[in-house]
T-cell receptor, first 113, second 114 residues
Framework: EPEVTQTPSHQVTQMGQEVILRCVPISNHLYFYWYRQILGQKVEFLVSFYNNEISEKSEIFDDQFSVERPDGSNFTLKIRSTKLEDSAMYFC???????????FGPGTRLTVL | KQEVTQIPAALSVPEGENLVLNCSFTDSAIYNLQWFRQDPGKGLTSLLLIQSSQREQTSGRLNASLDKSSGRSTLYIAASQPGDSATYLCAVTGSTGANSKLTFGKGITLSVRP
C-alpha cells in the first residue's frame, strides 16, 4: 500500500543552524502539507502546497520557513535558523485532491539544543 | 477561527466494552472530518473520513458519525481490544477556497485494559 515517507526520523541540531526535513508523498498525490506537533500539544498546520506553490500558510510559517518540491518525488521543509521553540515532531501529509483524505508520514522529531 | 475540542483527554475501559469518543467543533462550515489514530511517538494513521454531506462512515469495528449543524462527531469502537490503546484525534477541514488544511483536536488517549 502506498505510503508517505519522511527522513530523517530524528534530527538533532544546534540553535541557529539550518535544517531540511524531507518527505516523499504518495506518488499520484497533488496536494502536500506540513504540520507540526510540539510535545503534549495539538497537531498544528504549517503550510499547504499545490501546483508548485504555497496555497496556504499559518502564522507559524514565517520567513524562517520555506518549502520546495525539488523534483517529481520529494517535498522539503527548510528552517533557516532554528530556535529552541522549533523542537517538535514535523509531519508531512499528502492527498490526491485538496479536500480528500490526507495521509500522513511517520514524522521527523526535531530537537534544537 | 475554527476550534476542535475532544473531551475527556483520557479514557480507560476494560476489554470488550463498546465505547464512544466525542469531538466538537465551533464552525459548522466544514468540508469534511477525519478521525486519526496516533500511537506514542508515531505518525497519524487515518481511520475514517466523513464528507460534510454524509451522516456516518464505517470501517470494521469503527463507526464515525457527523452532525454538522450541531458541530459534533462521534467515533464508536465496538468490542474494544488492548490493541486499540492509542490516542484518537479528530480533525476538520474548512469549506471554502484553498482552505483544505486540517484543524485538529488535542486527542483522547484510550487505554483498553485486558
Amino acid at each position: 500500500e502506498p505510503e508517505v515517507t519522511q527522513t530523517p526520523s530524528h534530527q538533532v541540531t544546534q540553535m541557529g543552524q539550518e535544517v531540511i526535513l524531507r518527505c516523499v508523498p504518495i506518488s499520484n498525490h497533488l496536494y502536500f502539507y506540513w504540520y507540526r506537533q510540539i510535545l503534549g500539544q495539538k497537531v498544528e498546520f504549517l503550510v499547504s502546497f499545490y501546483n508548485n506553490e504555497i496555497s496556504e500558510k499559518s502564522e507559524i510559517f514565517d520567513d524562517q520557513f520555506s518549502v520546495e518540491r525539488p523534483d517529481g518525488s520529494n517535498f522539503t521543509l527548510k528552517i533557516r535558523s532554528t530556535k529552541l521553540e522549533d523542537s517538535a515532531m514535523y509531519f508531512c501529509a499528502s492527498s490526491d485532491l485538496g479536500f480528500n483524505e490526507q495521509f500522513f508520514g511517520p514524522g521527523t522529531r526535531l530537537t534544537v539544543l | 477561527k475554527q476550534e476542535v475540542t475532544q473531551i475527556p483527554a483520557a479514557l480507560s475501559v476494560p476489554e470488550g466494552e463498546n465505547l464512544v469518543l466525542n469531538c466538537s467543533f465551533t464552525d459548522s462550515a466544514i468540508y469534511n472530518l477525519q478521525w486519526f489514530r496516533q500511537d506514542p511517538g508515531k505518525g497519524l494513521t487515518s481511520l475514517l473520513l466523513i464528507q460534510s454531506s454524509q451522516r456516518e462512515q464505517t470501517s470494521g469495528r469503527l463507526n464515525a458519525s457527523l452532525d454538522k449543524s450541531s458541530g459534533r462527531s462521534t467515533l464508536y469502537i465496538a468490542a474494544s481490544q488492548p490493541g486499540d490503546s492509542a490516542t484518537y484525534l479528530c480533525a476538520v477541514t474548512g469549506s471554502t477556497g484553498a482552505n483544505s488544511k486540517l484543524t485538529f483536536g488535542k486527542g483522547i488517549t484510550l487505554s483498553v485494559r485486558p
